[in-house]
């Protein structure tokens, strides 16, 4: 059995009964037996996919229509919430945490008969960039098992990566996605902000956070969106989707302008990420595109916004673990209810309770107008300028990330240095605009992406260049 | 620069409790230097924006059926009513 083949080639595989949905499943359930002890992607894995896939293909002979996903095994990270099971946040605090509802991008994907494999390793409440800040340990880079996948996402891109599903999704509060499928070498999407309902994703950061798909294709990406993007009355941010997202995405960029932006290919850029991001200039124009430099002075300050924001309502949303309506088993007999909550968040690791401890610093009296209010009017700014950059041009052009993926444990005592690998992500987040990392270049076997941004609500039109600068590349398996 | 003492009493407000204080202070320190960047922004005539939603166009609180007991979720209830520590010391 073929794993390699994307989620599209599986779907009409099934369809056209060339591909058994039981077999396949069961052979990603092999994988992941055969390579997650060294890549550990998933914190949990679902043994009843195969009879689920089992029953797909009994619909199948009987004649019944299936739905478009036709039992493809897609993996979840683990702070979106599956019915019956668990949502641990690769957290000891939720770490016996299940379920009792689906989140709306799993009941859609359930509609279409999409078959979950399990749940991916992720930074702690997704505050990271490695996933090193896992309770339950880090992921590794498929590519090289010496490397972080990044994160927080980064059990998710890897699973992708090492042909553990065939396409999973993941969250980007500020690049989330993108960095790790800019590591693994897989594309990551982040949609407009209220594209895809986040209704039964674990709060983060409500106001820039966003699930998103992670594949091996960009028509995989456009897929998936096609199945779970659109309003949701349980989201009241939501926001209608166009569709055709798939339909459309073959139609080139001949004729568009693209801004390549000067703030996130100058300082600190790796040499090997520099010189692909003007391969991918050139590319671009070989196929009728324009591009030229474009300067955004908030992306400076992008970083110290996006993580003052952050932190600040971090702060807020996990004021909930009390221990009491979610929690571990921790008995309530001796206490005083302040100490209690007290010891029981002795479960949260030393990057959240830092996080935590910022986010109540930042917005706190003296000091709110220094930090958090300026943080917002930051945010406020940066949006203007990237809507005066896409009166100009139709999309912005940046690596997804300015260096080439790190060892693990090479960043981890320097929070600076991390918060830094953000620089070329966190704008999209910050200005609600939809984001793309295509896999683009393998530098001595360390992959590097490339991101391109849209204006809001433009998704399809950033698909099709995404898929456009795709069909330039060829690039090497990864060697697992 | 924030103190041991300043991260001991924010740590207080927000619920948390640590072992070693100390060890906190040279991390969140440098994130907070870091933050200091904001102050060279020139952002301070920026205005905040912010979205009015009408309550109208608000989804209608409405009561959804649960299959099952939601209560048994809990790691501490008894009957229907869920188990906490004393709120006085």
């Known amino acids: 059995m073929n794993l390699k083949i994307s989620a599209l080639e599986y779907a009409e595989g099934v369809q056209n009964g060339s591909i058994s949905a039981e077999d396949f499943v069961a052979c990603t359930l092999e994988q992941i037996e055969k390579v997650d002890e060294k890549i550990h992607a998933f914190l949990s894995v679902y043994e009843g996919a195969v009879d689920k896939a089992r029953d797909i293909d009994k619909r199948i002979k009987s004649g019944e229509t299936v739905g478009a996903c036709c039992g493809m095994p897609i993996s979840v990270k683990d702070n979106i919430c599956i019915t019956g099971e668990k949502t641990t946040c690769g957290s000891r605090m939720l770490e016996d945490y299940v379920s009792p509802y689906d989140a709306t ?25 490695t996933t090193e800040f896992s ?71 409500n106001s820039i956070e966003q699930i998103g798909p992670l594949s091996r294709t960009v028509k995989d990406t456009a897929f998936l969106l096609d199945v779970i993007a659109g309003s949701d009355p349980l989201d009241n941010t939501t926001v209608d989707s166009t569709g055709g997202y798939l339909s459309g995405i073959e139609s080139g960029i001949e004729g568009k302008k693209i801004g390549l932006v000067s703030e996130m290919t100058g300082e600190g850029i790796d040499s090997a990420v520099a010189s692909a991001t003007s391969s991918a200039v050139s590319k671009l ?15 400076k300050y992008s970083v110290a916004s996006y993580y003052t924001i952050t932190a600040t309502e971090a702060g807020s949303n996990l004021a909930r673990y009390d221990n009491l309506r979610y929690g571990y088993d921790f008995g309530v007999e001796g206490y005083e209810f302040n100490s209690y909550i007290e010891r029981a968040r002795s479960k949260f690791g030393a990057e959240v309770t830092r996080r935590m401890i910022l986010g109540g610093f930042v917005p706190s009296a003296g000091h ?37 993926p790190f060892g693990i444990g090479d960043k981890i005592d320097d929070p600076v240095s991390l918060f830094l690998v953000d ?17 683009f270049a393998v530098s001595g076997g360390r992959p590097i992406g490339m991101q391109l941004m849209a204006d809001s609500m433009r998704d ?13 590349v060829r690039l090497p398996e990864v060697p697992i | 620069m924030v103190t041991e003492d300043e991260i001991r009493h924010v740590a207080g407000l927000m619920k948390i409790k640590v072992d070693d204080y100390s060890g906190y202070v040279e991390k969140v320190n440098a994130m907070i230097s870091y933050f200091d960047i904001l102050d060279s922004a020139g952002v301070e005539s920026e205005e905040i924006p912010f979205h009015e939603i009408s309550v109208s166009s608000l989804r209608e609180d409405c009561h959804v059926p649960f299959d099952g007991s939601l209560i048994e979720h809990l790691k501490h209830y008894r009957g229907a009513y869920v188990r906490a520590p004393k709120m006085s010391r």
């Not at chain 1, 010496?146 to 599903?165: D, H, I, N, Y």
């Not at chain 1, 209220?194 to 709060?203: A, E, M, N």
């Not at chain 1, 124009?285 to 030229?292: F, I, K």
């Not at chain 1, 945010?379 to 300015?402: C, I, Q, W, Y």
């Open chain 1, 105 to 129: 991008v799993i009941s859609r994907l359930r509609d279409e008969d999409a078959v979950f494999v399990g749940k991916t390793n992720m930074d702690e409440f997704a505050m990271g960039l």
């Open chain 1, 423 to 439: 620089i070329n992500t966190v704008t999209a987040n910050l200005t609600g605009r939809p984001a793309v990392s295509v896999p």
């Open chain 1, 285 to 299: 124009e070989g196929l009728g595109a324009t591009c030229e430099e474009v300067s955004l002075d908030m992306v």
């Open chain 1, 135 to 205: 309770a339950f340990g880090p992921s590794y880079n498929p590519w090289d098992t010496s490397l972080t996948p990044g994160g927080s996402s980064g059990g998710s891109a890897a699973s992708v990566s090492a042909f553990e599903c065939s396409a999973s999704l993941g969250s980007d509060t500020g690049g989330s996605v993108r960095n790790p499928a800019s590591f693994c070498s897989v594309v990551g999407y982040k949609p407009t902000y209220g594209l895809i309902s986040r209704y039964g994703l674990v709060s983060y950061a």
């Open chain 1, 368 to 404: 709110a107008g220094r930090y958090f209010l300026k943080a917002l009017k930051v945010k406020s700014k940066l949006s203007r300028e990237m809507g005066h950059a896409f009166e100009k041009f139709d999309l912005l052009l940046s690596p997804t990330v300015p260096v080439l």
């Open chain 1, 460 to 472: 399809a039109e950033l698909l099709q260049a995404a898929f456009a600068l795709e069909q330039t």
